[in-house]
């Protein structure tokens, strides 16, 4: 049974990832109008165009296009950047990566760190101050956008208070603290909201009322035998919205003007880089897709039930 | 009153206030507002909320509060545009992976999966960004592009419960056809978790549309409640009154949509609300 849902499991992520390739491939084509039209306006020079044009292997039938495409994948390099064909895609997304990864990282453990014990709070006093607190918090988190939250923590924390540094000076944990903030109040409202109702499903079970009846302290009975299975899928949630904290770093990068793959891709998009558009679209989306395979897998050894469904 | 409250819940009601003057705003907001959208005063540059401009000037003497209402009705069209659209389309391609299952089922799964793989804004933002001085009609191009299988996800799971029903077996036994049992039978048994769905989705499409126009992709009017935000920042460190206003805008109607979305899963879903 192991062997076939792991074969399952791997076989959609694989498709997942060849779908996103072409999507990604066909995102120039999928476009109404002239790919290099588009990429550099109509009154362009003719030259500029047919140079841009044979860079991006515009002027291949659709399949060399795909399979030029697909060998840029396969070896690992995404191409040359267009029009100028200095450098790899490849070696400007790992420049950048690395500090997403931190970002998204940091913005990860603020939101678990705050939201586990105000959803476990709430949920050991239902319809109490306390859980109307966390409800509060939990509704701010969810409806403030983000991109208004980190410039507002940036007024606060860095013009008014001084208490920690600003766009200037990222370098170190310290420079690291707001954007995690920004980028991570989000997910931390939606985990707060999820332990909270998983915890109080997980309390009404009859194997806590046993735990209870048999006069285990409450202590216990919570950390011992509710939590672990309320904490499953919560955690498994967290996992899965890794890869939207990837995706949810350009506007956190943007605000705090931080290097990193959400810069690249828009600062690509300015300078119509289309290479690198496809490349940093690609990657993380394929990061994406693999992190949920592994949660998933994850979840399968932790749970016997999901692998037979 | 009290009946009301007891019956549809406090948050709820707020919800619903919020939504309802964020509605109207958009309705009637342009022909109140005091000023044109991009009516420039250049004696009043950057000013504080005052009695001429209840909520202040940018930084090209706009007064804040009649973009804020522009912005408003801007915000409400693309969204409800993107939510019908999506809720259209997704319930029909969900209603039919569902009810004929097998290799219909697969294939439109296998591509629901692949637009599932492009987290957030990603594949928004690379289409937006593609398209030269993209409008309105691209915006919603771009949202309802991905947005739709989130809903077709839900319809698939409800039409999997209810094609097994009686009623749909009655029917089927009466010899009516696929199309009408899933057009008279079907879909209106479904219907309530995808009205869920459409409130939370409505939050989700302000906040990516107002992401979008804060990063500067696209050529959405200068109102645009994204593009108020962006500008309202940049001048953050000189005078708040800029970014506090199209910022609480958003949150009051993200707020609204999850208040009142809570309140109709609740309401759909009785086993939620006793806890």
């Known amino acids: 049974m192991r062997g076939s849902f792991l074969r399952r499991r791997l076989l959609s992520s694989l498709t997942a990832v060849l779908g996103v390739s072409v999507l990604v491939f066909l995102l120039v084509h999928l476009i109404p109008g002239d790919p290099v039209d588009n990429l550099l306006g109509e009154r362009a020079d003719p030259i500029d165009k047919l140079e841009m044009r044979r860079c991006m292997d515009l002027d291949q039938s659709l399949v060399v296009q795909f399979g030029r495409f697909i060998k840029n994948v396969g070896n690992g390099t995404l191409g040359r950047t267009c029009p100028d064909q200095r450098r790899t895609v490849t070696s400007l997304i790992a420049e950048a990566l690395p500090s997403t990864i931190a970002l998204a990282g940091a913005a990860m453990f603020v939101a678990l760190i705050f939201a586990l014990p105000l959803g476990v709070a709430a949920a050991l006093r239902p319809r109490s101050a306390l859980d109307a607190g966390a409800t509060i918090i939990s509704?701010?988190?969810?409806?403030?956008?983000?991109?208004?939250?980190?410039?507002?923590?940036?007024?606060?924390?860095?013009?008014?208070?001084?208490?920690?540094?600003?766009?200037?000076?990222?370098?170190?944990?310290?420079?690291?603290?707001?954007?995690?903030?920004?980028?991570?109040?989000?997910?931390?409202?939606?985990?707060?909201?999820?332990?909270?109702?998983?915890?109080?499903?997980?309390?009404?079970?009859?194997?806590?009322?046993?735990?209870?009846?048999?006069?285990?302290?409450?202590?216990?009975?919570?950390?011992?035998?509710?939590?672990?299975?309320?904490?499953?899928?919560?955690?498994?949630?967290?996992?899965?919205?890794?890869?939207?904290?990837?995706?949810?770093?350009?506007?956190?990068?943007?605000?705090?003007?931080?290097?990193?793959?959400?810069?690249?891709?828009?600062?690509?998009?300015?300078?119509?880089?289309?290479?690198?558009?496809?490349?940093?679209?690609?990657?993380?989306?394929?990061?994406?897709?693999?992190?949920?395979?592994?949660?998933?897998?994850?979840?399968?050894?932790?749970?016997?039930?999901?692998?037979?469904? | 009153m009290r009946r009301f409250f007891g019956k549809v819940g406090i948050g709820p009601t707020f919800g619903l206030l919020l939504l309802t003057a964020f509605f109207l705003a958009a309705l009637v907001g342009p022909w109140l507002a005091p000023y044109g959208p991009e009516a420039q005063n250049l004696g009043h540059l950057l000013e504080k909320p005052s009695h001429a401009h209840l909520l202040g000037t940018d930084e090209n003497g706009c007064d804040v509060l009649s973009q804020l209402l522009w912005g408003a009705r801007l915000a409400a069209g693309i969204s409800l545009t993107v939510v019908a659209l999506c809720l259209a389309i997704g319930t029909a391609v969900g209603t039919i992976a569902g009810y004929f299952g097998g290799w219909v089922d697969e294939v439109i799964m296998r591509a629901v999966d692949v637009l599932l793989a492009f987290p957030g804004i990603l594949l928004n933002l690379a289409i937006v960004a593609m398209v030269p001085s993209a409008g309105v009609g691209v915006f919603v191009f771009a949202l309802t592009i991905n947005g739709w299988v989130g809903y077709a996800r839900v319809a698939r799971g409800q039409v999997l419960q209810v094609r097994e029903r009686e009623f749909v077996q009655a029917a089927r036994a009466l010899g009516a056809s696929p199309w009408r049992i899933m057009l008279r039978h079907v879909v209106p048994n479904t219907l309530s978790p995808l009205i869920v769905q459409a409130t939370f989705g409505f939050a989700g499409v302000i906040l990516v549309e107002a992401s979008l126009s804060f990063l500067g992709v696209g050529r959405l009017h200068n109102y645009s409640w994204g593009s108020l935000l962006s500008q309202g920042t940049t001048y953050l460190w000189r005078t708040q009154h800029l970014a506090m206003a199209p910022g609480i805008a958003i949150a009051t109607v993200v707020l609204g949509c999850n208040l009142v979305g809570d309140g109709l899963r609740d309401r759909f879903d009785p086993r939620r609300s006793i806890r």
């Open chain 1, 139 to 309: 509704l701010a988190g969810i409806s403030m956008p983000s991109m208004w939250l980190g410039p507002l923590l940036l007024a606060i924390f860095y013009v008014g208070l001084q208490w920690l540094p600003g766009p200037a000076d990222q370098a170190g944990l310290p420079g690291l603290i707001l954007p995690a903030f920004m980028l991570g109040t989000h997910l931390m409202a939606m985990l707060a909201r999820m332990t909270r109702s998983s915890l109080l499903e997980v309390l009404g079970e009859d194997y806590v009322r046993t735990a209870r009846a048999k006069g285990l302290s409450s202590t216990v009975v919570v950390l011992r035998h509710a939590l672990r299975n309320a904490l499953v899928p919560v955690i498994t949630v967290a996992g899965i919205q890794f890869g939207s904290l990837l995706a949810g770093a350009v506007v956190t990068e943007k605000v705090f003007a931080r290097p990193g793959i959400g810069t690249l891709l828009l600062e690509a998009i300015s300078q119509r880089d289309y290479r690198v558009v496809q490349g940093c679209t690609l990657v993380i989306a394929v990061s994406y897709v693999t992190v949920n395979l592994l949660v998933d897998l994850a979840y399968g050894l932790a749970d016997p039930r999901i692998r037979v469904q």
